[in-house]
Every structure is written in C-alpha cells, then in structure tokens.
C-alpha cells in the first residue's frame, strides 16, 4: 500500500501526516493563522509539510489536502471557508504541488472524514453510509454505493443547514433554525451561557468559574456526566433537534448506517439515545427507526486519512472523473 502525504486544513490548526491507509506514520501541526490571509496560509502549509516529507523521508504518491468547503476539487480551488473570509478561489492544490513536486489533491473536510469511516472506521462494509460531524459546527458526507455523492463543489451533505425549527436560533450562516444552529457544540455552548446568565442553578457555572473560561460544549458534556440535570437537559435540547434532522435526512436516504463524528460525540449515549427516541418518534416506518446510527472510530485522524484516501483515488482515477461520479 503506497504511502501519501495529508493535511487536515483547521481553521485553528493545520495539521500534516504521512498516512498508509488507517495509519498515520508521522505528523506535524501548527497554527493557521487564517487572519494573516490566504498566501500566508498557503506558505504555511507548503512549509509544514515540507519539514514533515524532510523529517519522515518515506516514498510518498501523492499529497491529499482536507480544507473547509466549499471548495473544487477538480481544480483544486478553496472558493471560501467559514473563519478563512479572505480566500477567494485560492489554487491551493497548484501551488502546493508546484512547491513540493507532488501532485496534490483537494476535499472537502467533511468528506475526506466520511470516506475515511466508509473504509476504515465505523461505515465499514457497508454500501450506503450518512457521515455527521458534530462539533463547533455540523459537517456531513454522504457516500453511496461507496461513492462520495458530489464531491465536486464541496456543496452536497451540508446537513448542518437543513432546517429542523423555522423559528429556531440564527445560525452562523445567517438563517433560522438550521440543524447546526441548534444542535452544534457552539449551540449547545450558547445554551449553557444563557441559562447561567439567567442565574438558573446548575453544576456549569461553578465549573466556569473554577475554569476560568467560557462555558463550552465540552463543559457542558462533563456537567452532565456528573448528573447535572441542567447540563443533561442542554444535551437533551440538542439531541432532539438532532433527532428531527436526522429522521429526515434518513427518510430522504436511507442510509445503511449513520456515522457520527466530532467533539461533540464524546457526550456518547447522552446524545445519541434522546436522537435515537425521536427518531422512533417521527420514523415513517420501523426500518427507518433501525438503521444503525454509530459513533465514529477513527477520531481527529478522519480528515488526514480521508485525504490519503481522496489522493489515492483521484492517482488511479482522476478527479474529474470521481467528482463527476
Ligand atoms: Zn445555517
């Protein structure tokens, strides 16, 4: 199995590996610094990986980059990305290529990590798999018959901006009630704050004040693995918008598993079984209602390995022809 190299393209931190399949051989991060602007960024990423191909001297095939979308992979251009405003159709794939002598190849974040737990993590051998990923924001991929459905522009599986409350909270992208407006880790943080500022007793806003930073989503999971019933009720809040969001999306699919991803996830059982409650709730049939819906496996790793895979792929088919598919 030939080896790639991968960069996972944060808006916190960029991070680059050397990947052989689900392994990662070696790995690097540093800053993105995404307010220094887009050439900066990019110098960065050619500098990262550069050290890491130096340090870890391995025959590699192919470099496969993992970015925000949306973005297009046949060109190899990040149109925009959330917390990245200044990229403006950057030839992210050429210039790195150009640098490091290798060809280079670009998907979306989400769908680098969905192809990653279809073939190595909780979607294996399964042909048609919904992938989530829950954290600051909500992120998904869809892969059917084992394909990744419009991989092209970046803009299928935007499942974090399917509408499951019209006259819910304003979501990050400017509307009502998305998905990811209610059920995000930003979301449930923004949950957490209002009810402390409301004075209302609860076990999160000690943890705050002995933390001595914002509530966060993190917070609020470790609150309610401690029993607080306001926290639990935070979680629960979310799982059941997660819930409406995802029995349609199954109505609409029907997926032969869902994968859940994100920091999010690390609630487990707290999340997914108020989801799974309304999901029985709304199924329009029972088969809906016994589609798997799982935790991933592989962890922040997905988008690095889901790169190597993308690379993989586009080398022995073209990224055309995969985009088109
Ligand atoms: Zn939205």
């Known amino acids: 199995m030939p080896a790639f190299l991968a960069i996972d393209l944060g808006a916190t931190n960029m991070r680059a ?17 995404a307010w220094e602007g887009p050439s900066a960024v990019v ?4 500098d990262l990986t550069r050290d890491l191909a130096l340090s870890h001297p391995v025959p590699v095939a192919a470099l496969g980059i993992a970015a925000p ?23 992210v794939a050429e210039v790195l290529s150009e640098a490091l002598g290798l ?34 924001g909500i992120g998904g991929g869809i892969v059917v018959h084992g394909q990744l459905v419009r991989p092209d522009i970046g803009m299928a599986g935007e499942v974090g901006h399917i509408v499951v409350d019209v006259n ?10 998305c998905l990811e407006a209610m059920a ?17 007793p609860t076990l999160l806003a000690q943890m705050e004040a002995e933390q001595g930073t914002h509530v966060s989503a993190e917070t609020v999971v470790a609150a309610a693995q401690q029993g607080d019933a306001i926290a639990i009720g935070i979680l629960n809040r979310a799982a059941f ?33 108020p989801a799974r409650a309304e999901i029985h709730r709304r199924a329009l049939h029972e088969r809906y209602a ?12 997905a988008g690095l390995i889901g790169a190597g895979l993308w690379a993989g792929r586009c080398l022995s088919k073209g990224a055309k022809k995969l985009a088109a598919e």
Do not use: W
């Not at 979308?69 to 200044?86: E, Q, W």
């Open 17 to 33: 590996a050397v990947v052989e399949g689900p392994k990662v051989l070696a790995r690097v991060s540093t800053p993105t610094r």
């Open 43 to 46: 110098r960065r990423m050619v």
């Open 69 to 91: 979308g949306p973005l297009d992979p046949v060109r190899g251009l990040i149109f925009k990305a959330p917390n990245m405003p200044d990229f403006k159709e950057e030839p």
């Open 103 to 136: 060809r280079t190849f670009l998907i979306n974040d989400a769908d680098a990590a969905a192809l990653a737990e279809h073939r190595y993590g909780a979607g294996r051998r399964r042909r048609h798999m919904l992938y989530l990923t829950i954290s600051t």
């Open 168 to 177: 819910g909270d304003r979501c990050g992208c400017g509307r009502q009630g």
């Open 184 to 200: 995000s880790g930003r979301a449930i943080a923004q949950r957490a704050r209002s009810l402390i500022d409301n004075g209302v």
């Open 241 to 273: 918008y997660l819930g409406v969001g995802l029995v349609s999306l199954l109505h609409v699919l029907n997926p032969d598993v869902v994968v859940l991803g994100g920091g999010v996830m690390a609630a487990g059982d707290l999340i997914l079984e």
């Open 290 to 301: 016994h589609i798997p819906i799982e935790r991933a496996k592989l962890g922040d790793d």
